[in-house]
């Protein structure tokens, strides 16, 4: 005769399923069939690593939607535990009618007394279910529900555990490359480096190491999707940290980054400590700090400044290694002129704008433009022009309403006519009426002047063009 197995399988968290021999089903056969059964909802479990709770959960909802599967309907069917024993079993609540039963809700008079001999037709009796009472199909079904219960208690484990780690460095390996997106294995799931967060010189192979920012984390149908970054600015930043201790221990802060990845970028940093040098504790002895960093940005150039409250201090560090004049603030706007030699134009603009866009980024509250000493002089002698052809134009414009008027931006009789009554009631001064007589006289006066142009030769139409109000662009270019 074979071993009979034991009626106890672990599954993990101090939790077993218990079978007890059956009158109904006695023999080895059926007996191993049950064992069977448990051994493969407890190897599962084992496997994952799951918490008694969804153990509990899972397979309550795996047995019930077999019941249901089995004998059509499940309502009449319970789910026990034994905290204490960690066992846990099946019920069957059946209804006893006179003839045979017409589903599994109901049983014959006959099968009831033999459970219980004092059962009579109009009562119910209560019947311990076994696994072999399922048949091996409908087993089959609660083993696939417990291990999707699983799987998706998983991915949800793992989308919480890395929402949290938004923002903190991965290293994984590359797998794969995929229409140009880097997969990468970080052990417990796969994340994405979409080529927009790729260095663009970077080439990866298969089995290569690499270090990225983790930049968000999206739940989709296959599961938790984590984005990678080597591009996002606060990649640099931690792998500061990593480099400067004096970063990690809070005495050097990094105040703002600004990066076009691979190429160039600009770090702003200060300290807690007037003993310690913040650019010094970046840049390391021998700049053995900021090289590392460079390497691992596949040879990116990194300009690490010291930062400034005033944003007329902080520009100038920030147009660095431009020499700036002075740097004007704009009243009333967020704006800041830096002024440089025209020598210096170039190199403060840098190639196809970099430096100043770099610049323009660390001072991201703030517009930026760069002009040299001509140019800001030449931009004010035409805005006076304007100013005075606006008083000319226009009654009621006298030279205060005119300087107020030009810091709105409002230069010519066109900008005029195209604002509004409400932005312009904003300029001082200017109540709902008067601004109304100003609009009516500039949208007259365009409007004269567009019945001039129509009916001038077309050598004189053309002549005016070009004779347009000042651009409202961040970054001046140098003039040709």
């Not at 909802?61 to 789910?79: M, N, P, Q, V, Y």
């Not at 002075?326 to 706007?333: H, I």
């Amino acid at each position: 005769m074979p071993r009979i197995p034991s009626p106890h399988a672990s599954l993990g968290g101090g939790l077993s399923l218990f079978v007890a021999p059956s009158e109904h089903y006695a023999g080895p056969e059926v007996f191993r069939m049950n064992y069977e059964v448990l051994e493969a909802f407890g190897q599962i479990a084992r496997e994952r690593n799951v918490d008694k709770q969804l153990i509990i959960e899972t397979l309550e909802a795996g047995l019930l939607s077999a019941a249901k599967r089995r004998f059509g309907t499940a309502d009449h069917i319970r789910l026990t535990m034994d905290e204490e024993l960690g066992e846990i079993e099946l019920f069957a609540t059946r209804s006893v009618v006179e003839g045979e039963a017409a589903s599994h809700e109901e049983i014959s008079l006959e099968e009831a007394q033999a459970l219980n001999p004092e059962a009579q037709v109009g009562g119910e009796v209560v019947e311990k279910l076994h696994f072999a009472d399922f048949g091996r199909n409908a087993i089959q079904t609660a083993k696939q529900i417990l291990i999707q219960r699983i799987r998706e208690a998983e991915r949800e484990k793992i989308y919480t555990e890395y929402l949290e780690k938004i923002g903190e460095l991965a290293t994984g390996s590359v797998q794969q490359i995929s229409r140009g997106n880097v997969i990468v294995n970080l052990g417990r799931t796969e994340a994405v480096m979409p080529v927009k967060e790729q260095i663009r010189r970077e080439r990866y192979r298969q089995g290569d190491t690499i270090r990225a920012y983790i930049a968000e984390v999206q739940k989709t149908s296959k599961g938790p999707q984590v984005i990678l970054s080597r591009t996002h600015p606060r990649f640099l930043e931690k792998l500061l940290q990593i480099e400067v201790p004096e970063i990690y221990e809070g005495i050097v802060t990094v105040e703002a980054v600004a990066r076009v990845p691979g190429e160039r970028s600009k770090i702003a940093v200060s300290s807690t400590d007037n003993r310690v040098d913040p650019v010094g504790a970046c840049v390391g002895m021998k700049g053995t700090r900021v090289q590392s960093i460079v390497r691992e940005l596949s040879n990116e150039r990194i300009d690490i400044i010291p930062w400034d409250p005033e944003p007329e201090i902080f520009l100038r560090r920030a147009l660095s290694p431009a020499e700036v004049r002075r740097v004007e603030r704009v009243p009333d706007e967020q704006r800041l002129i830096a002024l440089v030699d025209e020598d210096q134009l170039s190199l403060a603009i840098g190639r196809a704008g970099q430096n100043a866009r770099l610049a323009a980024n660390l001072l991201e509250e703030w517009k930026i433009d760069i002009l040299s000493e001509k140019q800001y002089q030449d931009r004010l002698a035409r805005a006076e022009r304007m100013k005075r052809q606006l008083q000319d134009d226009l009654s009621g414009v006298g030279e205060k309403l005119a300087e107020d008027l030009s810091r709105y931006r409002i230069l010519t009789v066109e900008k005029l006519a195209r604002t509004s009554l409400e932005e312009l009631t904003k300029v001082p001064g200017l109540g709902p009426k008067k601004a109304q007589n100003l609009l009516d006289q500039a949208i007259a006066l365009v409007a004269e002047k567009a019945s001039l142009k129509a009916h001038k030769p077309i050598a004189d139409a053309s002549s005016e063009e070009g004779k347009s109000e000042p651009a409202d662009g961040q970054i001046a270019k140098p003039s040709c």
